[in-house]
């Protein structure tokens, strides 16, 4: 059976309806790690000598998140973004009850912006 143009082109349409969500969906992975060391004696950290960062992503995929000491002294609500070497973005926004949180040298968790039908917790703390 010879397929024309118009077949073709209806049949590479539906494709790319179930290809896209699916990769979307294919494309989190299961490892939730981050740009920090979960694994660093929490008595040793500093947000206010060190600034603070991610330790955990849930279902990460190259997102990352750094907060610079300058921040973290501020205390002023401010939005991040996460995109890291992802291929997309997402947002997390620290308010000042985080920054006094991190200023107590404590880890937060904060959800993020959904972006490509998800979203990610992220646990930050100080470095």
């Known amino acids: ?3 024309n143009r118009k077949s073709f082109i209806k ?3 539906g494709a790319m309806l179930v290809a896209v969500p699916a990769y ?6 299961n490892d939730d790690s981050a740009n920090g060391d979960p694994n660093i004696d929490p008595s040793a950290r500093d947000c206010s000598e060190n600034g603070a960062n991610a330790i955990t992503i849930t279902s990460n995929h190259g997102h990352t998140l750094l907060v610079s000491k300058e921040d973290v002294a501020a205390g002023v609500e401010k939005e991040y973004s996460i995109q890291g070497g992802s291929g997309h973005d997402h947002k997390v926004k620290l308010t000042t009850s985080h920054f006094n949180s991190l ?7 904060v959800e993020s ?3 490509n039908a998800h ?4 646990t930050v703390a100080c470095a």
Not at 103 to 109: A, D, F, K, L, V
Not at 119 to 122: I, L, P, S, T
């Open 11 to 13: 049949k590479a349409a």
């Open 119 to 122: 979203r990610h917790d992220v």
């Open 103 to 109: 200023q107590s040298n404590s880890q937060i968790t």
């Open 113 to 115: 912006t959904t972006g």
């Open 24 to 29: 979307s969906i294919l494309g989190c992975s």
């Open 1 to 3: 059976m010879k397929m």
